[in-house]
């Protein structure tokens, strides 16, 4: 049976009620999710969002994909933020610029969620500066062997021993962005050296990992695109990618602004429920209308899907993300900083938002220089 967007909004808007929410604090709390929700997207398809349907996929366009992981967002963020980077990345990057063979071999397994995907670019020395990777590929006769160290790889090591596919940026030629290519590596394989994980202020029910590439062999085809192309491709795969930060953001404001709608309603003080102070219902006003917009920016975002539009729903969504976050903190007064209370979570998730797949001012540098380019 074919469902239209709004089907599949209402049907990733129930799991999130279901199964997420009444998890994510213990989830929080412990740092890690139930295997089995992974099991779950993959039976419902959403690991197969943005796969071909010849390769097992569904195809969604990038308006319902991204009302998908808005909805999984506004249960726990973690999980929209594993299927973002899966999709942004392997998939996508695969899809679109994969061989034939490459296709038919990753990407079923990908739509199931046998394996899931994830981007290791960041290094110690190369954060905002991407085209600044140290780590190498170098050829050896029908293969390529990879050295180095990657910082910060979400989902480089998955809940219940799932194996992962890894988009590696690794440097194959001279100095500066031109010099990287892009590798396809399981995170199954010897040499994929997982030798710490991070301990997060926010989004803590997904493994950050420093991994270790050492001696890492992969064969020839292996190679994503062409060598030296592993920049542009990665700066493409961020345009979906932050298309997917932007719903997330939004996804977590709505939290926000729901948990501080009800507890302004519940909560009574000098006789009268809080809502009815001005104070309060100004707060609660200004929430909504930066949800409103940072949604409607998503939206026109994924029709434009231009460099631009991303970084400015991104940056948007996610400052909105941060305000929204912070005032539902206020509402909640010292409740809301209390673990007890679900939007002190919201807040520590909305802060990576304007952090991953570049900074903030790394979008509002990228916004300019288009707005220079157009004149
Ligand atoms: C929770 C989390 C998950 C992540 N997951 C991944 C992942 O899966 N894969 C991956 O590869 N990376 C991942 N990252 C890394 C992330 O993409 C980087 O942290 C980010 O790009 C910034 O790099 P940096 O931390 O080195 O900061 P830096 O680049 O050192 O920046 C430090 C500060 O300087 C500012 N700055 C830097 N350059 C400029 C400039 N030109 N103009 C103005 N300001 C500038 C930055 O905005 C920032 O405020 C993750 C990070 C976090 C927090």
């Known amino acids: 049976m074919e469902l239209d967007r709004r089907e599949i909004r209402a049907l990733a808007r129930q799991f999130a009620e279901g199964e997420l929410l009444p998890h994510v604090e213990e989830w929080d709390r412990d740092g890690a999710i139930d295997p089995g929700v992974l099991d779950q997207l993959g039976e419902l398809g959403f690991f197969g969002m943005v796969v071909p349907e010849a390769q097992g996929g569904m195809a ?5 994909y991204l009302d998908v992981l808005e909805e999984l967002a506004w249960g726990e963020p973690a999980v929209a933020l594993t299927l973002s980077i899966h999709s942004a990345f392997a998939v996508s990057l695969i899809a679109s ?20 995907g994830c981007f290791a670019l960041s290094e110690e020395g190369a954060g905002s500066d991407a085209g600044a990777v140290a780590a190498t590929a170098v050829r050896d006769g029908d293969s390529w062997l990879l050295a180095g160290e990657k910082k910060w790889v979400t989902n480089g090591r998955l809940p219940g021993g799932r194996p992962g596919l890894a988009v590696v940026v690794a440097r194959t030629g001279g100095e500066g962005p031109g010099g990287l290519s892009l590798f396809l590596v ?50 493409e795969g961020l345009d979906l990618g932050r298309l997917g930060v932007a719903a997330q953001a939004v996804g977590i404001s709505r939290a926000a602004l729901d948990h501080a709608l009800s507890y302004a309603a519940e909560r009574e003080q000098f006789g009268r429920p809080i809502r009815e102070f001005e104070a309060i219902q ?9 949800v409103a917009a940072a949604s409607a920016l998503l939206e026109r975002a994924a029709q434009e899907r231009t460099t631009s539009w991303s970084a400015m729903a991104k940056l948007f969504s996610s400052e909105t993300a941060m305000a929204v976050t912070t005032d539902a903190v206020q509402i909640f007064g010292g409740y809301g900083y209390m673990r007890d209370y679900p939007v002190e979570k919201l807040m520590r998730d909305a802060k990576a938002t304007e952090i991953y797949e570049g900074t903030n001012e790394i979008q509002r540098v990228v916004i300019a220089r288009d707005l220079y380019r157009r004149g």
Do not use: C, H, I, N
């Open 60 to 64: 969604f366009d990038v308006a319902t």
């Open 97 to 116: 610029y994969g061989t034939d063979e490459q296709r038919a071999r990753w990407l079923p397994g990908l739509a199931a969620g046998e394996r899931v």
């Open 282 to 290: 100004f707060m609660l006003a200004e929430m909504a209308t930066k």
């Open 186 to 235: 399981p995170t199954d394989v010897d040499g994929w050296d997982v030798v710490s994980r991070e301990r997060t202020m926010g989004m803590r029910s997904v493994q950050v990992v420093t991994v270790r590439l050492d001696g890492l062999r992969v064969p020839d085809d292996a190679l994503l695109g062409r060598e030296g192309d592993g920049f542009r491709l990665a700066m």
